[in-house]
Nanobody
Framework: HVRLVESGGGLVQAGGSLRLSCVAS????????MAWYRQAPGKQRELVAE???????EYANSVKGRFTISRDNAKNTMNLQMNNLKLEDTAVYYC?????????????????WGQGTQVTVSS
């Protein structure tokens, strides 16, 4: 089992910056990839950015050039640096981890989610 705890959300003016962090604990050795998702009111949860164990990253088109995802494996932490925030970035941001289930064939994966952290961008 993997436990994820987010921090760093808050209220910021448009054009400002925030840094989200997610600390993983538990069976962290089984984590294959981690990601940030977000969900705005009345909308579906969407992928913001993903990072693999190898450091490969992917971003939603809406955040490319503004957000940067990173991992600090020594601290079991994933971060999301958000710059030039826009009103439409307002959402609850969730930390996600994809974990390999040991001893399964075909390989099975488990999904783990944090509790979410609110990001509100004001004009």
């Amino acid at each position: 089992h993997v436990r994820l705890v987010e921090s760093g959300g808050g209220l910021v003016q448009a054009g400002g910056s925030l840094r989200l962090s997610c600390v993983a604990s538990g069976s962290i050795f089984s984590i294959k990839a981690m990601a940030w998702y977000r969900q705005a009111p009345g909308k579906q949860r969407e992928l913001v950015a993903e990072i693999t164990n190898g450091g490969d990253t992917e971003y939603a088109n809406s955040v490319k050039g503004r957000f940067t995802i990173s991992r600090d494996n020594a601290k079991n932490t994933m971060n999301l640096q958000m710059n030039n925030l826009k009103l439409e970035d307002t959402a609850v941001y969730y930390c996600y981890a994809e974990s390999l289930v040991a001893g399964t064939y075909p390989q099975e994966v488990d999904d783990f989610w944090g509790q979410g952290t609110q990001v509100t961008v004001s004009s």
